[in-house]
């Protein structure tokens, strides 16, 4: 992973592609491991074999690709409020949009080690998909960093709307099981990997988790996932980060379901089950582990924000 100082740029280096070394996918178990995932009704088909193995191929191909992170900075919607006189307004969704992407950019530092990671803001995509030259977001630092990267060999990890999918056709038996991305919203608040055009990833591959924000004990669960997929105490590496995983927030707990849900997957596919507890040994593997002085000044800016909203609730 490269940091690129101003005006000064170099290529991506891919990382070495990965291949199926068991004989044969067992089909029915991976069925059995996409539906559990899908809990959601309007994901859930009957996968059949040809489809099974095309996301056992998506999946291995998303192993090695870069990963995009898009963050919504809201700066146009900012700015129009600031030009009509509507600063409190204005104020507002900048501070929401603070400490949502900061949040997001923390939850995937710590927690998201299947594959490598750039974070990206979103007025900055579409130069990047003519250009192929990606401008770090400014969250991450007041210098701007680039990396040059073809925008077709991306895939995108986007906080917001999860559609559902539509068969083409339950007639024609050559399009059965053929689906196409629905325009129903499932969910207001997902983390969706998408494809190098912005497509939703297709079912049965892994490529949801829901943030959930829902009070009471239902909510807290959903916050506090973290034992059932890492065992703590055997961490290795950085002791700031094992302090974080005892708090996780909402962000933090879909995060890491979804790169949990990516881990086993790929264990099963690759015919390697041992591989599922990579994610647990987290420092030492990490891809992403060039940004931890980045998230360090990260989770400072979070904490400020903690106490400017401690200090206005008080005053």
């Given at each position: 992973m490269l940091l690129i100082a101003q005006s000064v740029y170099a290529p991506y280096a891919p990382t070495a592609s990965v291949e199926i070394v068991s004989n044969s996918l067992d089909t029915a178990d991976l069925n059995v491991n996409f539906k559990t995932i899908y809990s959601k009704q309007n994901l859930?088909?009957?996968?059949?074999?040809?489809?099974?193995?095309?996301?056992?191929?998506?999946?291995?191909?998303?192993?090695?690709?870069?990963?995009?992170?898009?963050l919504?900075?809201?700066?146009?919607?900012?700015a129009a409020y600031r030009t009509a006189g509507s600063t409190k307004i204005?104020?507002?969704?900048?501070?929401?949009?603070?400490?949502?992407?900061?949040?997001?950019?923390?939850?995937?530092?710590?927690?998201?080690?299947?594959a490598p990671l750039y974070f990206l803001d979103t007025e900055d995509n579409l130069t990047f998909l003519e250009t192929d030259t990606l401008r770090?977001?400014?969250?991450?630092?007041?210098?701007?960093y680039f990396v040059v990267i073809p925008h077709d060999s991306v895939c995108f990890l986007d906080y917001g709307m999860l559609y559902n999918r539509e068969r083409v056709s339950e007639w024609k038996y050559k399009d059965y099981g053929v689906t196409d991305e629905g325009s129903t919203?499932?969910?207001?608040?997902?983390?969706?990997?998408?494809?190098?055009?912005?497509e939703q990833l297709m079912p049965p591959v892994p490529f949801y988790a829901e943030v959930n924000f829902s009070p009471g004990k239902s909510g807290k669960s959903m916050a506090e996932p973290i034992q059932q997929?890492?065992?703590?105490?055997?961490?290795?590496?950085?002791?700031?980060?094992?302090?974080?995983?005892?708090?996780?927030?909402?962000?933090?707990?879909a995060i890491l379901r979804l790169n949990a849900r990516l881990y086993s997957t790929f264990a099963k596919i690759v015919g390697d089950i041992s591989l599922k507890e990579d994610y647990e040994k987290w420092y030492a593997i990490n891809p992403n582990k060039p940004y931890y002085p980045l998230w360090i000044?990260?989770?400072?800016?979070?904490?400020?924000?903690?106490?400017?909203?401690?200090?206005?609730?008080?005053y």
């Open positions: 859930q088909f009957d996968f059949t074999k040809s489809e099974i193995n095309a996301a056992a191929q998506a999946i291995l191909e998303l192993r090695t690709k870069p990963i995009v992170v898009r919504k900075t809201n700066k146009k919607q900012i204005a104020d507002k969704i900048e501070a929401k949009s603070l400490d949502q992407n900061l949040r997001i950019i923390s939850a995937c530092i710590k927690y998201f080690n299947f770090y977001s400014s969250l991450l630092s007041d210098i701007n919203v499932i969910s207001d608040h997902a983390f969706v990997l998408r494809n190098s055009k912005s997929y890492i065992k703590i105490d055997r961490l290795t590496g950085n002791s700031i980060l094992k302090e974080t995983l005892d708090k996780p927030n909402e962000f933090d707990a000044e990260i989770e400072k800016k979070l904490l400020s924000i903690k106490k400017a909203k401690k200090f206005t609730t008080q």
